[in-house]
């Protein structure tokens, strides 16, 4: 199957991150925290079919890694996907807010340079600022809200921005969650896991648990899980050809 958010370079144990990934053959979006990383995350899965490195600099590190920017446009031609990026309001992050929108303004810039990037993108208490982000840089490539949170109106606003979301098993233990992923066009989702971050009852995910989220929706939209394979595995096909 897929999943579209996941810090493989983060597991606490490589063996069995990369043997899940192996064996269940999914599309895979490996995502960085920082440019420094990301070589050293090529290298993981260098020889797995069907995974691609993301190019990143998390928001909640932004303050401290921005002087990586520099090595983040001499990279940037070596993937199509760039993440994780984006912005974090959060207690602890709000105070670095004015560094934090510099460093993503900064990719978007470069991202519109370049040609047909995909981002995966974190808003965290910071839904509007990065949507209007996004509205500014409108050729930096196609966003994917990555575990978004908002109101029907930001989700309508990210609908006419294009964006995608990927939706993941630990979205399923929060009413909030589950009513945006109601709000979501069926054409627009895409699966998730965000592991090694994402617990289910204390349990971290692995690529594996992304398909967990496909009875909740084959119950939410009324279809099979069957036609609700086909339906997420021709958002990706639409999302990378």
């Not at 999943?3 to 064996?23: E, Q, R």
């Not at 929060?174 to 592991?195: C, F, H, Q, Y």
């Not at 349990?203 to 899980?225: H, N, Q, R």
Request: charged share 25%; hydrophobic share 40%; net charge neutral.
């Amino acid at each position: 199957m897929m999943d579209m958010h996941c810090h493989v370079d983060l597991y606490p144990d490589y063996d069995i991150v990369l043997k899940d990934i192996s064996d269940t053959g999914c599309y895979l979006l490996s995502v960085t925290t920082v440019p420094s990383a990301f070589k050293g995350t090529v290298d993981l899965t260098r020889d797995i079919k069907n995974c691609r490195t993301a190019l990143g600099l998390h928001p909640q590190l932004a303050h401290q890694r921005k002087n990586e920017l520099a090595l983040f446009d001499a990279l940037i031609k070596e993937t199509r996907y760039i993440g994780e990026i984006g912005l974090d309001g959060s207690k602890g992050y709000k105070e670095h807010f004015d560094d934090q929108l510099f460093v993503f303004n900064h990719i978007l810039k470069k991202c519109e340079s370049q040609k047909d990037k995909i981002l995966t993108i974190h808003s965290l208490n910071a839904v509007d600022t990065v949507l209007q982000c996004l509205k500014e840089h409108p050729n930096a490539g196609t966003p994917i809200l990555h575990w978004f949170l908002a109101t029907k109106r930001q989700v309508l606003k990210a609908i006419d921005l294009g964006c995608y979301f990927s939706i993941g098993p630990a979205m399923l233990s929060s009413m909030r969650a589950k009513n945006v992923i109601s709000w979501l066009p069926r054409d627009r989702i895409l699966l998730e896991t965000d592991g090694p971050f994402a617990k289910v009852k204390g349990k971290i995910l692995y690529p594996s648990d992304a398909t967990s989220v496909i009875p909740y929706l084959s119950e939410l939209w009324g279809f099979s899980p069957h036609e609700v394979r086909n339906i997420l595995k021709a958002n990706l096909k639409g999302l990378v050809s």
